[in-house]
């Protein structure tokens, strides 16, 4: 019992740590670009966390069938299903609106596709309380999640940054809507896992985090009345007058860039713990 406990209070320092990058995000003075940047650096860790998160999946579909490389057909289904059910859930959620989506929304949308990933870093740790103990290997595993869950604030405060001086509440809100699902999945991986379920959440982890990125990416290349074909070129000073800031200029393009790349270099980086 003692054990139990222990473990759901770790899992919480783990979901919860999300909140140490406060400071970070509260950032007041942000110009459009240091946006678009912060918002990009978001995008690359959410990549780096699909990748990451598949990279967990791999070896549980794998069969050894095909000399090595087949799959379980069985797990594949399971998991397939999963990836659909998290993009999908995501997809009625956001369609339920007519009114498109708000900051606000899109910053939950990105908090309840954490909470899913960190459904799963609850089981593993969960499980991994009962296998080891809370031993040198259980709390290798909760350094390594809690850093990694340091990371996740920035993309769930992305489409609000610049504005988050009077929405502290909602922002505390959100990382709780993305850190509290780690408890939970702490308490169930110590009384019961398997492939089925890590498998389940897994995908759905994934699906969730993909459906995220998509309306992510339309962000930071939007901007007001342009045509797609127009969205990337230098707006020349003399016909600012006339078109306004209408168009994402190549500096603005080579911050986004830049930012995903830093986000997933960031994520890798903390992983290697």
Known sequence: MVNFILTITLCA?????TFLSLPLVLRKKLGDRKIKFFNAVAVGILVFLMADIYSDVAPMLNDGSLQGYGTSAFFDGIFGSAVAGGFLILYFFEHRSK?????????LIIAIAMGFQNLTEGLVYGSASVKYGLAGETFVILAGFTIQN??????IAAPMAGKLDKKLGILSLMFLVGGLPTILGGGIGYVYNSNVLDLAFNGIAIGTILYVI???F???????SVAPSQIIVE????????HGNTLVSVLTQRAIYMGIFVGFAVGWLVNLV
């Open 99 to 107: 009114n498109g989506l708000s900051p606000i929304k899109l910053a």
């Open 13 to 17: 320092v783990m979901g919860l740590s």
């Open 235 to 242: 707006v020349p000073r003399d016909s600012k007058e006339k």
């Open 218 to 224: 339309r962000i930071l290349f939007r901007e007001p």
């Open 150 to 155: 340091l990371t996740e604030g920035f993309p």
């Open 214 to 216: 998509l309306p992510m």
